[in-house]
């Protein structure tokens, strides 16, 4: 396999230093334009593949609002978001829901549970 | 015979001259027809015009056709819901015309409908105009328009008293700047005189300031042209239409006419988008589309052409000028610019100040759009007058227009109204060409529909006609003890869900559900200003949204913004 | 019915809630927070994803959750909250008019009182966007509560114009809901939001970004049909012959905030032309005595721990001045900015506490800088200075003794 490059922002710190970076596979090369280390571990990470938290909202019935907004409780393979929001458009919560309630657990068998980032009293 | 046909020789050669091109001319009964082929849309104006500039030519239908010539659609039938219906008479045209038609008929014993093809009142020329009740010293004299305007002018004081609507004459103040034009201000005094306004007020310095304060140094004397008007203008069609309908008149909105049915040269039955009315008399008060119901009617003898006007509006936090303010250079200028830009800086009751409008011809009828040019223009013009002549107060700022709107005025190449019975047809009556100052003359054209229906029908008077209206409760404008009490009885005032103009909850509540609903947010808008102030609906559209989903009752993704498919939102997210 | 308190705090979002309780714990026994939205938490709620509070609680927490551990804090207190309660006026002598439906018409009179009501969207560039007015034009923010609280998606395919920060976040939360966010088109040849929120909301969703590009014409009639783009030169001016048609049912505005002061004007506070917000010290009390200001009412800040900071002040010493204990002995000096500062908060400084301030650069500058307040001349040096990030940098009170009319504060290139 050849080696190629690509350009990065890193997002570790506010600074968001922009890298050029030339890889092989998920190897690193060579690096250029970071300010610190920090940023090596981020551009391997975003190399095997992003991670991020999901934030989004599900259906809630009995209270106020007819949606509640939940999150993962950790990074999940950003690639896996389609499959994950369509997986949570099924789900309809029954109000009383509390705030870091598990919405859904180990969704996409990522370890990661759905969880609530409100609470909403039944009304 | 011999005279129609040298005068459609001179017209033809006329329009060669100005054109370098052809067209038919023709002349019948003072009617100039016009056929063929021209260039350009301008080029088909200029032909128009230069018809109906004769003193020989009554009206001019321009068939002439030019690139980009808009083809009039015609709506689709939805339903036959009034079919089998039949009224004594039939009002085409929900603008302020239409409307004060519609109450000043129903003074007498006739069962009336007035048929509109917005989902609202007074959606093309009324609300796109400035709210303003012209003095006629503007008007050409002698013509209809003049007369209609300083009568109507006359009327407003009685009318808006009946109808509970805000209105003030605040005046037309014509300033001089120097003494050049000092001279001219008798001038303006006798003009005002010539075309029936009430004697103005020449003003010297302080007489200037107890009325204007804060002008420039240099400005010494002007004219208060004490007669010019401002009115809520969407509360008066809302009232003319309350009380047109607790007199009796029935108001179908979003129903178009699509045909018209004569018998014998006499009306018969209205076709619309909602089924056939059956009726003997055919008022049409159709505004941009008179000509397309006098076609329909088989009276075809004149022809709109659409002319817009935009206009900028500002944030109540600038309000420099109480009056219509108008220096010297801009009032002699509107005396000669017909159909060429104009405009001017114009308070509103509510409290923004406008710029406008431009006047600009258009090819199409439902253009509404506003344009860069426009805007400009406007701002340019007007902003150095105002920076110039009240040089103390703050400085017009484009971050300032909060809102800016363009409607098209209904406009024949007579440049005048139309306010007859039809020649050829029994039971029409023409109110039409009706444009600015449209809205000053309005309670004088209804009166004078009154008069001819009075000699046409002699139908007798209607004993129960009360011309009184009152309006809702505005709760912002109540004093604290009030507002408290207002609050107690009903929970929902206290629950204000525009921020900016302070309406309630309550207010849109009752929007929804008056005589004359409120269909959309803009139908809120119009009646409750919710959404009309500074964040313009920042703060108040989702809470609208929500109010008017339940009131309604029905999905918020079916929720319209004005009508036809101009939905909020798309749907559920979930 | 006139009702007397301590301190009475307007708005409750995250400076708003942070002021009341810092009010409570600085022992002004009276206070009434009042909302006028029906719970609490101010624009926190429909703010869903994540990034609030890294500074302040060393968390990354979403805005709901961060509104309800402040929430929790503040139930804890026994603060007064009136609900559905808007304010129409206030007047200098702290007198608030209010309206509600479950307590009629308000007065309220108070010791001291923070305003914190926030920011509105700006609209204008969409005013002054030639076309039509058709159904389907929305500020960011708009979009965002319909999407977040209501559960309604705006639109299909979306342009937005403006990359402020909550345009970034609805180009992300748009796309995750299955809407087309065909682009996003700034004016300046600079974004308007933060650097990470580019990247995790433009480009982790192939979200093109247009520099130096405006909307110049909307179309439609009834729903918007599309719009026209246009490159704008140096001036910002359209360019003839750039004019590119997109068609799209959506027109999202990030264009800017804008601190929500009607209210203060009534009260006749003294505002400054470059924040919009009110002229206040390090204390945060505005130009009228015992009306305090904080959080984004104040001057727009791009992050909600720094909003937080701002209430905290004010809660802080509006309850002292309550209490009588807020000593004014030597009158403020003024602020003001030197090379490259666009805007600065506070305005003043009171010799009261140390001085937090809040910088905007007018250019940025990719390289070290040093930020120098003087006198006294102090220096702070950072890695760089943009437009689109606040500095924040710290001067302790002791170092500030000796300052004089009027302290200047500069970026510049090291």
């Known amino acids: ?123 | 015979m011999q005279g129609d046909r040298a005068l459609a020789r001179e017209i033809q050669g006329e329009i060669e001259k100005a054109t370098g091109k052809q067209v038919a001319v023709s002349m019948r009964d003072g009617i100039a027809g016009l056929h063929g082929h021209l260039p350009s849309h301008q080029a088909a104006l200029e032909a128009g015009h230069l018809a109906g500039s004769s003193d020989k030519v009554r009206e001019v239908v321009n068939d002439i056709v030019f690139p980009g010539k808009m083809r009039f659609k015609t709506a689709r039938k939805v339903s036959e819901e009034l079919t089998g219906r039949e009224f004594d008479a039939v009002i085409v045209g929900g603008g302020v015309i239409g409307l004060a038609v519609a109450r000043e008929l129903s003074q007498f014993n006739l069962s009336i409908a007035l048929l509109e093809r917005h989902n609202d009142v007074g959606m093309d020329q009324t609300t796109h105009s400035n709210a303003m009740i012209h003095p006629a010293i503007q008007a050409k004299y002698g013509t209809l328009r003049w007369e209609m305007n300083y009568k109507g002018n006359r009327m407003w004081n009685e009318a808006a008293r009946q109808l509970d609507v805000d209105f003030k004459r605040v005046g037309t103040l014509i300033v001089a700047e120097n003494p050049g034009e000092e001279a001219l201000l008798p001038y303006a005094v006798s003009v005002a005189i010539k075309h029936n306004d009430p004697e103005p007020k020449l003003l010297d310095r302080a007489g200037l300031d107890r009325i204007e304060p804060g002008l420039a140094p240099n400005i010494r004397k002007g004219v208060l042209v004490w007669n010019t008007g401002i009115i809520g203008v969407f509360e008066l069609l809302i009232a003319y239409a309350e009380n047109a309908l607790s007199n009796g008149v029935s108001i179908f909105l979003d129903t178009s006419v699509i045909g018209v049915q004569t018998e014998g040269f006499a009306i018969k039955a209205v076709d619309t988008t909602r089924g056939t009315v059956r009726t003997g008399l055919l008022i049409n008060a159709a505004g941009l589309y008179a000509d397309r119901i006098a076609e329909f009617a088989g009276d075809r003898f004149f022809t709109i052409h659409p002319r817009k006007g935009e206009t900028i509006i500002f944030d109540k936090s600038y309000q420099p000028v109480r009056t219509v303010f108008a220096p010297v250079s801009i009032a002699a200028e509107s005396q000669e610019t017909r159909y060429t830009k104009g405009g001017g800086i114009i308070p509103t009751t509510d409290g923004n100040l406008q710029f406008g409008p431009t006047a600009m011809e258009v090819s199409d009828r439902e253009d509404v759009s506003t344009t860069a040019e426009g805007c400009d223009y406007l701002f340019d013009k007007f902003a150095p007058v105002l920076e110039r002549l009240k040089p103390g107060y703050e400085k017009p700022d484009r971050s300032k227009i909060i809102a800016r709107f363009a409607g098209c005025r209904a406009a024949t190449y007579k440049e005048d109204f139309i306010i007859e019975p039809s020649g050829k047809v029994r039971g029409l009556v023409h109110v039409a060409g009706i444009q600015s100052p449209g809205l000053a003359s309005a309670p004088a054209i209804a009166e004078r529909v009154r008069e001819i229906i009075r000699e046409e029908r002699h139908p007798s008077v209607n004993d129960k006609f009360n011309p009184v209206r009152n309006r809702q409760v505005r709760f912002s404008k109540l004093g604290p003890k009030e507002q408290d009490r207002f609050i107690r009885a009903n929970p929902r005032f206290g629950h204000i869900v525009c921020r900016c103009e302070n309406v309630s909850e309550e207010e849109v509540v009752r929007a929804l559900h008056g005589d004359i609903p409120a269909r959309s947010l803009d139908g809120v808008k119009r009646r409750t200003r919710a959404g009309q102030g500074r964040c313009q609906g920042g703060f108040c559209t989702p809470r609208i949204v929500e109010i008017a989903s339940r009131e309604m009752n029905i999905g918020k993704e079916h929720l319209l913004k004005s009508e036809g498919k101009s939905y909020v939102l798309s749907g559920r997210t979930k | 019915m006139i009702r007397e308190v301590d301190v009475a705090v307007i708005g409750s979002g995250p400076a708003g809630l942070t002021a009341a309780i810092h009010a409570h714990n600085s022992g002004a026994r009276k206070v009434l927070l009042l909302e006028r939205e029906e719970e609490l938490g101010g624009i926190l709620k429909q703010c869903i994803h994540n990034g609030f509070g890294l500074e302040q609680f060393k968390q990354d927490y979403t805005g709901p959750e961060y509104a309800e551990r402040l929430i929790k804090e503040l139930e804890k207190t026994g603060v007064q909250c009136f609900l559905n309660t808007l304010v129409t006026d206030l007047s200098s002598e702290r007198v608030i008019t209010a309206l509600s439906p479950e307590h009629g018409a308000l007065e309220i009179k108070a010791k001291s009182i923070v305003l914190a009501m926030g920011c509105r969207e700006r609209t204008g560039p969409s005013i002054g966007i030639p076309g039509t007015r058709p159904a389907g034009i929305f500020t960011a923010g708009v979009a965002q509560r319909f999407v977040n609280i209501d559960g309604y998606l705006p639109g299909k395919k979306v342009v937005i114009l403006g990359s402020g920060d909550i345009g970034l976040i609805m180009a992300r939360r748009l796309t995750l809901e299955g809407a087309r966010v065909i682009g996003v088109y700034e004016i300046m040849n600079y974004p308007g939001g933060l650097k990470r929120n580019i990247v995790q909301c433009l480009n982790d969703f192939d979200v093109p970004l247009h520099l130096s590009h405006t909307v110049t014409e909307i179309r439609g009639k009834e729903r918007v049909g599309g719009v026209v783009i246009s490159k704008v030169d140096s001036s910002l001016h359209p360019v003839q012959g750039t004019e590119k048609s997109i068609e799209c049912d959506t027109l999202l505005l990030s264009v800017g905030l804008i601190p929500e002061n009607e209210l203060s004007k009534k009260a006749g506070i003294e505002l400054s032309g470059a924040t919009k917000g009110p002229i206040t010290t390090e204390t945060m009390e505005t130009s009228v005595p015992g009306i305090f200001t904080c959080g984004n009412v104040s001057a727009v800040f791009d992050l909600v721990d720094y909003v937080a900071q701002t209430g905290a002040a004010a809660g802080t010493f509006a309850a002292r001045y309550a209490s009588g204990s807020l000593s004014a002995d030597r009158r403020p000096v003024d602020i003001v900015a030197g090379e490259n500062v666009r805007l600065l908060f506070p305005q003043r400084y009171g010799f009261q506490d140390d001085l937090v301030l809040f910088i905007r650069a007018a250019e940025p500058v990719e390289k070290p800088v040093t930020i120098e307040v003087a006198p006294p001349g102090s220096k702070i040096n950072r890695l760089y200075a943009r437009p689109n990030e606040m500095l924040r940098v710290k001067v302790p009170k002791e170092k500030l003794a000796e300052a004089k009319q009027p302290i200047k504060v500069s970026i510049m290139e090291k």
């Open chain 1, 1 to 123: 396999m050849a080696a190629e490059k690509k350009h990065f922002v890193c997002v570790v710190c506010p600074i968001g230093c922009e890298i050029d970076v030339v890889y092989d596979g998920s190897e690193i090369i060579s690096m250029e334009g970071n300010k610190c280390e920090k940023s090596e571990e981020f551009v391997r990470q975003e190399l095997i593949g992003p991670m991020r938290i999901l934030t989004t909202t599900v259906r809630i019935q009995g209270s106020r609002l007819p949606v509640i907004p939940v999150r993962t409780d950790k990074s999940v393979p950003k690639r896996l978001f389609p499959r994950m929001m369509k997986q949570l458009r099924r789900i309809k919560l029954q109000a009383p829901v509390n705030m870091l309630d598990v919405v859904a657990r180990d969704v996409l068998h990522t370890g990661a549970n759905i969880i609530a980032t409100r609470t909403m009293l039944r009304e």
